[in-house]
């Protein structure tokens, strides 16, 4: 990952030191100034906007749902990748209303569709319910991860690479912030059995409900966990290999989500994790590469159990408390409209000169905040 380069500490010391000119008490301003100084290290611009916003959504199938880890059955998968492209999920829903583009990609769909090339459907028109899923198709769907390997190795790469693939897409395309949102059926179990390996944690300290389990199948679900990790032996203890742990007991989704925050970082872009299923795969790229975690935001906390480990493995805060746990990349038009803020206020906010007040009363403040500053990234 030599291409990832650390933050441009010239452009962050600058945007501190605006942010201190701002006309408000300093600090009054919290996260939303931390933000746009982390955000100057990304872009080397103090000042920035992020008028173009894509939802970058992996979907994939899981083979680990044969064992009834999950209420809902796999057609759902391409169900909901095709409602998303007609932005009728939640997620595309508030990605309409805030003008984010929302672009989803078939990595591992299961079911059979068609793409409307040719074939037709009962009424004998042309059937095009897949017509606006972007296909990179791996593989349909996953091994069962209690019985084998999810996907070779060289799968696992392969996915990566498509994320990477759409990161540059993006970057080319214009687009100023990237959010990666997923859809695959199975995903919760996957993702913890991925968050177990790469932390040593219990089955039960990462493993929730996903999306409804009555107790009987969650008690399945984190007993499968552990199955899992003890088939492709990961233990305590040990720091395996991401991309052993993708391959083995991860996801397609997950992989290309991984590689997505790679190629985010790689083009210099600042990309937004959304629930727990994005976070796993952001541990996973900041497992890959550390400095690949300057260029992460975060959006909302998840409900399921597993988020907070993953966030704190990842030294990331949650911005938003809504008791959220649709998934999708649900929570990333919200922190745009966040981003958005802190560059407005970046862009538009008097400074102290401009609003004609003398800021001298506030020296000694700032000097005391000059002393509780840590240094910025390198």
């Known amino acids: ?9 010239k452009a962050q010391q600058a945007a501190a030191e605006y942010v201190q000119s701002l006309a408000a008490p300093p600090g009054s301003l919290g996260k939303l100034t931390d933000l746009a100084v982390q955000l100057a290290g990304i872009t080397g611009k103090v000042k920035n906007t992020v ?24 057609v759902v998968t391409l169900s909901q990748a095709v409602n998303m ?51 990179r198709r791996i593989r349909r769907g996953t091994g069962n991860i209690v019985r084998e390997a999810a996907m070779t190795r060289e799968q696992a790469v392969e996915a990566i690479l498509v994320g990477i693939e759409r990161a540059r897409q993006a970057y080319e395309d214009g687009i100023n912030v990237i959010g990666v949102g997923e859809m695959g059926i199975g995903n919760t ?66 992989a290309a989500m991984c590689g997505v925050y790679l190629g985010a970082a790689i083009c210099r872009i600042p990309v937004v994790i959304d629930g727990f299923i994005s976070i796993v795969a952001a541990l996973c790229a900041g497992r890959l590469c550390e400095t690949s975690k300057a260029y992460m935001f975060p959006s909302h906390l998840s409900e399921e159990i597993g988020y907070m480990r993953a966030a704190q493995e990842l030294q990331v805060d949650p911005w938003l408390h809504l008791n959220m746990r649709l998934g999708e990349g649900s929570g990333c038009p919200l922190a745009f409209m966040i981003i958005e803020s802190a560059c407005a206020l970046m862009n538009k906010m008097a400074t102290f000169e401009k609003a004609r007040i ?3 009363y506030l020296a000694d403040l700032r000097q005391m905040q000059r002393d509780d500053r840590p240094p910025c990234d390198s």
């Open 1 to 9: 990952m030599e291409k990832i380069r650390g933050m441009d500490v």
């Open 51 to 74: 008028d173009r916003r894509r939802i970058i959504v992996m979907c994939a199938d899981n083979g680990v749902v044969a064992e009834g880890v999950s209420a809902t059955p796999p």
């Open 85 to 135: 492209t007609r932005y009728l999920t939640g997620m595309s829903t508030l990605a309409a209303h805030f003008g984010d583009e929302v672009e989803v990609v078939d990595v591992g769909i299961s079911t059979v569709y068609c793409t409307g090339d040719s074939s037709r459907n009962e009424n004998g028109s042309a059937a095009r319910q897949g017509e606006k899923i972007l296909q």
């Open 189 to 254: 179990t996957t993702s913890s059995a991925v968050l177990a390996a790469l932390t040593g944690l219990p089955a039960e300290e990462v493993t929730g409900r996903g999306g409804g389990l009555t107790d009987a199948a969650f008690a399945k679900k984190k007993a499968v966990i552990s199955r899992a990790l003890l088939l492709h032996g990961f233990t305590p203890g040990s720091d395996p290999d991401p991309i052993d742990v993708l391959s083995k007991v991860g996801g397609l989704d997950l």
């Open 358 to 360: 003398d800021d001298g």
